[in-house]
């Protein structure tokens, strides 16, 4: 065997040794991340609050109710006791946070978002009345009542909410 040859096998040998630790510890490196993460994993899936929050975030934004008729309650949505969601606000701002904001907030499909004035001015300019009248029996992607089967009063305290947003 020449030097060289001997210089190689030597270099190889201890390459593999020094990979083979390598691997070694980040195995446990990743297994002690677990072992450290996993009370934080088990707080979640069982802590009653987490399991609140997570049903509030899939819960529909508004359910139908029919006068004269039970509403519907479908089995996938048990809505917390706490939150019933057919209540009706006592003030606009909250009848826009629980219901208008999801379409107004971010401005989806086109609804002019709450706060931006360039969306809302020509609509303001329309006059309240014709804002009222859209809110109340909708307009093209704007669902009547926002979905809801709210009283005027609140339909139009939600309203006032918005505009009084984007002035
Ligand atoms: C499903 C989404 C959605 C929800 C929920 C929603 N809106 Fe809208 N809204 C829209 C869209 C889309 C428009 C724009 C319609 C258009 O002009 O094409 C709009 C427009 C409006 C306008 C302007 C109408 C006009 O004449 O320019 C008002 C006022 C309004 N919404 C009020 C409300 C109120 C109050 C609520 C809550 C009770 C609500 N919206 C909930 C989607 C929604």
């Known amino acids: 065997m020449s030097d060289a040859e001997t210089s190689d096998t030597h270099f190889m040998n201890s390459f593999s040794v020094v990979l083979g630790i390598l691997i070694f510890i ?8 677990r072992w450290v993460g996993r009370e934080q994993l088990r707080d979640q899936m069982t802590q009653a609050m987490q399991i609140q929050a997570v049903q509030r975030n899939i819960a529909p ?5 029919i006068a004269g008729q039970s509403s519907p309650s479908p089995a996938t949505t048990a809505a917390p006791p706490t939150a019933p969601t057919a209540a009706i606000p006592a003030t606009g701002k909250q009848a826009f946070e629980q219901v208008c904001s999801s379409c107004h907030g971010l401005g989806l499909n086109g609804a002019p978002k709450a706060g931006d004035r360039a969306a809302w001015a020509p609509r303001i300019a329309q006059g309240m009345a014709v804002l009222y009248q859209h809110a109340l029996h909708g307009i093209r992607a704007m669902p009547p009542r ?10 139009r305290a939600a309203v006032n ?3 009084s947003l984007a002035k």
């Open 26 to 33: 980040a195995i446990c490196i990743f297994a002690y991340a």
């Open 161 to 163: 909410y918005m505009v």
């Open 146 to 155: 926002g979905g809801t089967n709210w009283p005027d009063a609140t339909i």
């Open 61 to 65: 934004f508004a359910r139908e109710a």
